[in-house]
């Protein structure tokens, strides 16, 4: 299977080939990981908008680098390495 490059833009795809992308990275982690790094990134996320919806809206607008609107994969990469998680390739 192709492997993503941090350089490339998710959205771009279509949602069929983000859904089989997202399928053969599952099938690499598996479930279990999958929810452990779900929660902790939730229990992150809590953790910085403790003080609302303007800090969140704040944060998200911080992390959309290119004011797009979303959060590409490349900017999504920087807000978890900025949150302390740290990724390998697999």
């Known amino acids: 299977a192709d492997k993503m490059t941090v350089s490339e ?7 069929k080939q983000r859904m089989k992308d997202y399928e053969e990275a599952n099938a690499v982690v ?4 999958i ?3 779900e929660k902790m990134m939730r229990d992150k996320l809590q953790q910085r908008t403790k003080t609302g919806p303007f800090q ?5 607008k911080y ?6 609107g979303g959060i590409d994969f490349s900017e999504f990469q920087r807000a978890m390495e900025l949150m302390g998680f740290q990724f390998t390739d697999l």
């Open 30 to 33: 598996g479930d279990n990981k």
């Open 35 to 37: 929810e452990e790094m």
């Open 9 to 15: 833009c998710p959205s771009k795809k279509t949602r």
């Open 56 to 60: 969140l809206r704040k944060t998200f």
């Open 63 to 68: 992390f959309d680098r290119d004011g797009s």
